[in-house]
């Protein structure tokens, strides 16, 4: 230990250095030698916070792309805006503004309470940060996935109620990385919905059966930004596949032995909230869910969920429907899936009591 502080110790030193030739050099005009220091202290800079990052599950480097890749994705999407501050972001229904949390207010996130993070980051199954444009209803993010399926299909025939793609250029793909047909609908509208959408509640307990929170409630609490670590898999696991991912890892120079067990389907809802809630997690909002899946298709030309296969269900814990009675095991838990048979993207609602091996659910951790 007291050779790796020596060493970081002398590599701050030359860093402050280089600072100060920098400030020389620029002071006297020598812009070549000022446009060497620069980029050299970068790269110096950026080796020195790469060796004190403590998520070594996700490096830094791989932290800011997945940050970068994001931002670039909502912008391609045309769902940001320049607010009046002129900073990008979103506005919610009323007009309120929120700007895009920056790369430095996440890990700053992350370093309020780095031990816990250190544990998450280690036993979820490839991890991702994920910002939620959550301030935005899921009509509009709904009409955005439904765009993009539609932008990235290709058609060579109809036939029927059927639009055939054309395998060689279409960039719809499922699961099995095999092209998707659509529906062959006058509007174009690729994702399926019920009328529950302008009724969602968010949060609810499934184990004591409360409904949850309003929407404005919901944006109070976690704000306009959702930010979460998720996990990069392109499915949900079903019974008897969700992995127990166990790591030794070092927090504070001590080893410690860390594991987590993936939710999986063959649970009921309630049971499926428990085993997130004991490992400090929560489960997937709509608005999570559409962000994530949009994000997915664009980066990987696949559709999220495509359980290929029906009864499949991707529940979505974190919230709940306007139809949830006298708490939230009388009502519906929203679930997700691409569905094959009505060939789009499917947002329906399940039975939180049902048990059957494919009602599986997405956990995430929810940097508040």
Not at 22 to 46: A, I, S, W
Request: proline share 4%; net charge negative; hydrophobic share 30%.
């Amino acid at each position: 230990m007291s050779n790796q502080y020596e060493t970081l110790k002398q590599e701050h030193k030359n860093l402050e250095d280089l600072q100060k030739e920098f400030t020389t050099e620029l002071e006297t005009g020598n812009l070549p030698r000022t446009r060497e220091l620069k980029l050299e202290m970068e790269q110096k800079r950026d080796a020195l916070a790469e060796k004190l990052w403590p998520f070594k599950e996700l490096p830094q480097k791989e932290f800011k792309e997945q940050y970068e890749r994001v931002i670039k994705g909502y912008q391609e999407l045309n769902l940001l805006e320049t607010l009046t501050s002129g900073k990008e972001g979103i506005k919610d229904e009323k007009g309120k503004e929120y700007p895009v949390l920056s790369l430095q207010e996440i890990e700053a996130k992350l370093m309020e309470n780095e031990a816990f993070f250190m544990e998450k980051i280690a036993t979820l199954e490839n991890p991702r940060i994920h910002l939620t444009p959550f301030a935005l209803s899921p009509e509009i993010l709904k009409d955005k996935y439904s765009q993009l399926i539609e932008e990235h299909f290709v058609e060579e025939r109809v036939e029927g109620d059927k639009r055939i793609p054309d395998k060689n250029k279409t960039k719809l793909l499922g699961v099995d990385k095999e092209p998707l047909s659509l529906e062959a609908r006058a509007d174009k509208q690729n994702v399926y919905h019920g009328n529950f959408l302008k009724g969602l509640t968010y949060f609810p307990d499934w184990e004591e059966g409360t409904p949850g929170i309003t929407k404005e409630q919901a944006i109070a609490q976690v704000g306009g930004w959702g930010v979460s670590i998720v996990e990069d898999i392109p499915l949900a696991p079903e019974k008897d596949q969700g992995k127990t991912i166990e790591k030794e890892i070092k927090i504070k120079g001590k080893l410690k032995k860390v594991s987590r067990k993936q939710v999986e389907g063959g649970m009921t809802t309630a049971e499926q909230y428990t085993l997130l809630k004991k490992q400090n997690e929560e489960g997937f909002t709509l608005e999570d869910w559409l962000s994530y899946a949009m994000l997915y298709l664009k980066e990987n030309n696949v559709v999220l969920d495509d359980g290929r296969r029906t009864n499949y269900y991707c529940r979505l814990l974190g919230s709940g429907t306007a139809d949830l009675g006298a708490g939230a095991s009388d009502g519906r838990v929203p679930g997700v899936y691409w569905d094959r048979v009505r060939l789009q993207a499917h947002l329906g609602r399940d039975n939180p009591k049902n048990s059957n091996f494919r009602d599986c659910a997405r956990g995430l951790v929810r940097l508040h």
